[in-house]
């Protein structure tokens, strides 16, 4: 699988972005997808995984309630919809593939990375 995240930007605190990550090669709906976060300096973080079908979603504590994850198998996309913003956001968002979902944290499958900046 190969995977293209994209979305990313610069943002005001309070304002909202959405990822998205299209998937080609192997088929999309055999995978749980995910999306991880690394900021400057700090280690790569867990930030929402969804289940094959779409039907369970996990999210980080962080994020949740501002961020939500979805995907659309016809399209072979994932998305991260983010509201209310922080500068604490401020990272680089990968997404990534695998199969089971327990697994997400060593993904089989990465994509390149999409900076998402949000000015205080």
């Known amino acids: 699988v190969q995977l293209q995240a994209s979305g990313g930007g610069l943002v005001q605190a309070g304002g909202s972005l959405r990822l998205s990550c299209a998937a080609s090669?192997?088929?999309?709906?055999?995978?749980?997808m995910g999306w991880f976060r690394q900021a400057p300096g700090k280690e790569r973080e867990f930030v929402a995984a969804i289940s094959r079908s779409g039907g369970t979603t996990y999210y980080a504590d962080s994020v949740k309630g501002r961020f939500t994850i979805s995907r659309d198998n016809a399209k072979n996309t994932m998305y991260l919809q983010m509201v209310s913003l922080k500068p604490e956001d401020t990272a680089v968002y990968y997404c990534?593939?695998?199969?089971?979902?327990?697994?997400?944290?060593?993904?089989?499958?990465w994509g390149q990375g999409t900076l998402v900046t949000v000015s205080s």
């Open positions: 090669g192997r088929t999309f709906s055999s995978y749980a």
């Open positions: 990534a593939a695998a199969f089971p979902i327990a697994t997400m944290s060593q993904a089989q499958y």
